[in-house]
């Protein structure tokens, strides 16, 4: 492995990343040069667990999101170990699939009809039952080794970086758009019902309390129904 040349490349892809104008694109960029930079790469995508719902990001083929969807159905693989064990380990690998027996039968059966030969991934982040880890896949057993793997480690300090950019934005989005909503809500309390501005926001907050509703939920249902009267 050329490290300086590894490091020019990395030098060069970091200040393409600053230049990509979202977050997938910028996920994209970071999947893409996974098969690229890191050696023994044919394939590479990022796997979002959200409780049992599995969400597949920028994946550089269908294989990738396949492999994502399995794992969810059968309820086991590599990813979803690395994440119980996060405390102990945040890198897994697959070094040959054809020689993987006892972990995961199922899904490492099925990769393997879809010519998987070996695998590696590493864990980005974990929060309650949600985590996201960024993988790599070979179609040749043995693929990755020790120096794939200190590559893949570098690229996934710039996926952790995104993807917490990416759950941030999200984040920002939805509380932009919940306060919009009870503000719009609030509008029409008061325009029905003739209350100020704070009157309208207590019986928002009543109404959920009451009902052990989200009060975006019922933010929600006030502007489709028009009021608290049609709930």
């Not at 995961?104 to 099925?110: I, L, Y």
């Not at 695998?119 to 880890?133: H, V, Y």
């Not at 120096?147 to 993807?163: F, Y």
Request: proline residues 2%.
């Amino acid at each position: 492995m050329d490290w300086h040349r590894f490091a020019q490349q990395m030098a060069s892809m970091a200040r393409d990343l600053l230049a990509q104008p979202s977050v997938d694109s910028t996920l994209a960029r970071i999947t893409g040069s996974a098969t690229e930079l890191v050696e023994g790469c044919d394939a590479a995508g990022i796997l979002l667990v959200h409780g049992f719902e599995v969400e597949t990001l920028a994946p550089t083929e269908q294989l990738v999101a396949d492999l994502d969807q399995l794992q969810q159905r059968l309820g086991q693989g590599p990813c979803f170990d690395a994440a119980r064990e996060s405390e102990k380990e945040r890198v897994f690998r697959i070094h040959d699939f054809t020689a993987e027996e006892l972990r995961w039968p199922d899904f490492v059966a099925r990769a393997l009809e879809r010519g998987v030969g070996s695998m590696m991934g590493f864990l980005l982040f974990t929060d309650d039952l949600d985590f996201g880890a960024l993988n790599f896949y070979s179609r040749r057993p043995g693929a990755f080794t020790d120096v794939s793997e200190d590559a893949a480690v570098m690229l996934a300090s710039h996926a952790a970086v995104a993807l917490s950019s990416a759950r941030t934005h999200a984040q920002l989005e939805q509380a932009v758009a919940t306060r919009h909503q009870i503000g719009e809500a609030m509008g029409i309390l008061m325009s029905e019902l003739r209350l100020t501005e704070d009157q309208a926001f207590a019986a928002l907050r009543r109404y959920s309390q009451e009902n052990n509703i989200k009060l975006r939920e019922v933010a929600r249902q006030v502007c489709e129904k028009g009021g608290l009267s049609g709930l």
